[in-house]
């Protein structure tokens, strides 16, 4: 049963222009969702949060966008860069669940020059 | 940021042999660490809790006698595979959850663990 949902495998976007990375989720007990990036044989790296009672966060080049009633969370990164290549996970989080994440399959992103 | 440490972070070993993992927090305390598994292409698998001075909580259909965890400090844990076998074979996470954020974790590098 998978709970989070990134039905995107692969992505391919050219150098400077806009990233948008999707991520669906099932169980509306969750509450607070992250997104991390994986580069192969490494563990995956903290990008940007958001909690449930926001609808968007911003971290420099990367915006969070949290649509509760659809379920839907998406990562954009703007401008894209070379250097974004890398698988990127979104993650889902409950209160009372000691901050267990429920990750999603993953997307793999290529940045082209 | 935060950083953890896995050790090793390549092991090949002998069926039938355990193996053991060792999972850092190096900057900060940690309570509360995770150990994750992943398949090729596939997303991480949560294995297991691991609780700082309590026993570890096991995710439903991982065998708590074979994976061995162990969070003697609040900066250590350890994970081992005993009686290894090549089904075992995979990429092991584990993570730390930083206490000044409430659901922030840090990842390890990761331990490629080769049962021959």
């Known amino acids: 049963d998978q709970q989070v949902k990134q039905n995107s495998p692969s992505l391919s976007v050219q150098e400077g222009r806009i990233s948008i990375l999707n991520c669906d989720y099932t169980n509306s007990m969750f509450d607070y969702f992250l997104w991390y990036k994986k580069y192969p044989a490494e563990g995956p790296t903290f990008l940007i949060s958001i909690s449930s009672i926001k609808d968007k966060n911003e971290d420099g080049r990367f915006t969070v966008f949290l649509n509760k009633s659809a379920k839907h969370l998406s990562l954009h990164i703007v401008p894209s860069q070379p250097g974004d290549s890398a698988v990127y996970f979104c993650?889902?989080?409950?209160?009372?669940?000691?901050?267990?994440?429920?990750f999603g399959t993953g997307t793999r992103l290529q940045v082209t020059l | 940021g935060a950083v953890v440490s896995q050790h090793p972070s390549r092991v090949i070993c002998k069926s039938g042999t355990s193996v053991k993992i060792e999972c850092r927090s190096l900057d900060f305390q940690a309570t509360t660490m995770f150990w994750y598994r992943q398949f090729p292409k596939k997303s991480l698998m949560l294995m297991a809790t691991s609780n700082e001075g309590s026993k570890a909580t096991y995710e439903q259909g991982v065998e708590k006698d074979k994976f061995l965890i162990n969070h003697a400090s609040l900066t250590l844990s350890t994970l081992t595979v005993t009686s290894a076998h090549p089904e075992d074979s995979s990429f092991y996470i584990c993570s730390a959850r930083d206490e000044r954020g409430p659901y922030e974790q840090y990842f390890g590098p990761g331990t490629r663990l080769t049962v021959t």
């Open positions: 993650a889902a989080s409950m209160t009372g669940t000691a901050s267990k994440l429920t």
